[in-house]
Nanobody, 124 residues
Framework: QVQLVESGGGLVQAGGSLRLSCTASGRTFRRYAVGWFRQAPGKEREFVSGISRGGGTTDYADSVKGRVTISRDNAENTVYLQMNTLKPEDTAVYSC?????????????????WGQGTQVTVSS
């Protein structure tokens, strides 16, 4: 069982930056790949970024590639999402999720554990 808690969301102006954190409970976090997803009002949830359990493989949605960096510290049971050059269209609730295994896939249904999400609002 893994419990995930996100933090770091907030209100930022366009062009600004935020760093989201996803902190997990449990001593087996290093066995899980982690993904970040977001959902804007009236839209479907979408994959943002993923990182393998060892941190060596990362993946990004085209919409955020070059502006977002995912990383993890397994000693601290935390995955980070550094977001730069934020745009109003990045406004959404951002959630992290964990799936047992090596690689983080882009399919939400592959993930077994989810956090409650953190709101990111980017003003123009």
């Amino acid at each position: 069982q893994v419990q995930l808690v996100e933090s770091g969301g907030g209100l930022v102006q366009a062009g600004g930056s935020l760093r989201l954190s996803c902190t997990a409970s449990g001593r087996t976090f290093r066995r899980y790949a982690v993904g970040w997803f977001r959902q804007a009002p009236g839209k479907e949830r979408e994959f943002v970024s993923g990182i393998s359990r060892g941190g060596g493989t990362t993946d990004y949605a085209d919409s955020v590639k070059g502006r977002v960096t995912i990383s993890r510290d397994n000693a601290e049971n935390t995955v980070y999402l550094q977001m730069n050059t934020l745009k109003p269209e990045d406004t959404a609730v951002y959630s992290c999720a964990a799936q047992y295994g090596t690689i983080a896939t882009f399919r939400a249904n592959d993930y077994s554990f989810w956090g409650q999400g953190t709101q990111v609002t980017v003003s123009s």
